[in-house]
Each structure stands twice: as structure tokens, then as C-alpha cells.
């Protein structure tokens, strides 16, 4: 079966590091995203990995390791704005579609 | 400016009911999708289309319909036979090709009266 998981809710404090996990059980494996949600809004790209190691883009930093079926979501300097939800998806190898597969997404608490 | 747009944003159906939601895309993207998403669960695909006048099912297709005569267009219709349609329906689209992000629109929130 298909299975990502993910912590339901974490707590920071404002200007700290916070890492996300997500691991993930699919019948195959064609790349991983990270998703950033407001509520009530679209959720926006943060991050792709399909080889394993550290993708890093600004204050966001985001791993892979396939053999371990593990990623995390790596945020530094923690700003209030950073307070959403983030959504680990990944398109499982036995589509050819662009079609991704969810978490339920960590809601991320930042505060002051 | 290019972009995913949905519509209403907010949508009350009655018992019985159909009712259609819409999303227009002008990024040429071939692929597009419709997602639902619950309170404390992930995106859930309803369905998904890669083409103009193709579309597949995904894994919550029963009760919903859509349509794909546009490559900008791809509504998608709740109907009765959707005992549970509270959620809130978010529609994306993309180039299609596996490793390509997807873009999402602003989300259309379903109620039932």
C-alpha cells in the first residue's frame, strides 16, 4: 500500500530551527515535494529531492534518503509567517503522470 | 500574470443537489487535477487529467464527475450521489511530466445546507 507520514503538529519559538519529518512506504518512488499551506489558501512549492541528500534554498533545506524511505523539512531563523502547514507528497514510480501522492501535512506553530 | 484560478471560493449545496466548481488555468499546462482536502487528512485525488478530452479517475472518484473539453478548463462536478461533500476542493495543474511541480489554485470550500 501507499503510506507517507507525518507529525500532526509542532511547536518553535520565533528565530530557532525547526526540522519536519515525513517517511514514506510507496510501490515506487519518482521524487518527493514539500508543500507550505495556509490555512484556508493554496499551497505553494517549496522543494523537490529525487537523489539522496540536501537540497538547500534559502532558509529552507529540505533531505532525502530513498533506502530509509525518510525526508525531512529543514527550517532555519524562524519567522511568525512561517506558522502553516507543510505537506510532504511523493509520486510513486508506477505512474508516469504527474500525479502525487500526500501526507496529512504538520501544522507548524511559531511563536514569539 | 499566469495562474491557477478557482471558483467560488466559498459553495453551499443542498440535499440532492449538483453542484460544479471551476478551475481555469492559463500556464498551458496539460495535466490537471482535482484534490480534496479534510481536516487532519492529506490532499486526496479525485481525479486527474493528462490530456484535453482525457481524464482518469484517482482514488475517491465516486460521486464526483468532470469534464475536460479545454486544455485551460477542467470543472469538476459534485454530485448527489456525494453523501459527504463538506471539504474544501483544491485544483491544481501541471506540465505533466514526472519531477515537475505542481501549481495550485486558491481552493473552493464546499458546505452542505
Known amino acids: 500500500g501507499q503510506n507517507i507520514d507525518q507529525p500532526t503538529e509542532m511547536t518553535a519559538t520565533e528565530g530557532a530551527i525547526v526540522q519536519i519529518n515525513c517517511t514514506y512506504q510507496t510501490s515506487g518512488f519518482n521524487g518527493l515535494f514539500w508543500y507550505q499551506q495556509h490555512a484556508g489558501e493554496a499551497p505553494t512549492f517549496l522543494s523537490y529531492?529525487?537523489?539522496?541528500g540536501l537540497e538547500e534554498k534559502g532558509r529552507f533545506s529540505s533531505f532525502l534518503s530513498r533506502s530509509k524511505g525518510y525526508s525531512y523539512l529543514l527550517l532555519k531563523e524562524l519567522q511568525m509567517k512561517d506558522s502553516a502547514s507543510y505537506l510532504c507528497a511523493v509520486r510513486d514510480g508506477s505512474s508516469n503522470t504527474g500525479k502525487l501522492i500526500f501526507g496529512q501535512g504538520t501544522t507548524l506553530q511559531v511563536k514569539p | 500574470d499566469g495562474g491557477i484560478t478557482q471558483s467560488p471560493k466559498y459553495l453551499f449545496r443542498k440535499e440532492g443537489q449538483n453542484v460544479t466548481l471551476s478551475c481555469e488555468q492559463n500556464?498551458?499546462?496539460?495535466?490537471m487535477y482535482w484534490y480534496r482536502q479534510d481536516p487532519g487528512q492529506g490532499l486526496r485525488l479525485i481525479y486527474y487529467s493528462q490530456i484535453v478530452n482525457d481524464f482518469q479517475k484517482g482514488d475517491i472518484a465516486e460521486g464526483y464527475s468532470v469534464s475536460r473539453e479545454k486544455k485551460e478548463s477542467f470543472p469538476l462536478t459534485v454530485t448527489s450521489a456525494q453523501k459527504n461533500p463538506t471539504a474544501f476542493y483544491l485544483c491544481a495543474s501541471s506540465v505533466g511530466t514526472p519531477g515537475e511541480k505542481l501549481f495550485f489554485g486558491s481552493g473552493t470550500q464546499l458546505s452542505v445546507l
Open positions: 529531492n529525487v537523489l539522496d
Open positions: 500556464l498551458n499546462h496539460d495535466a
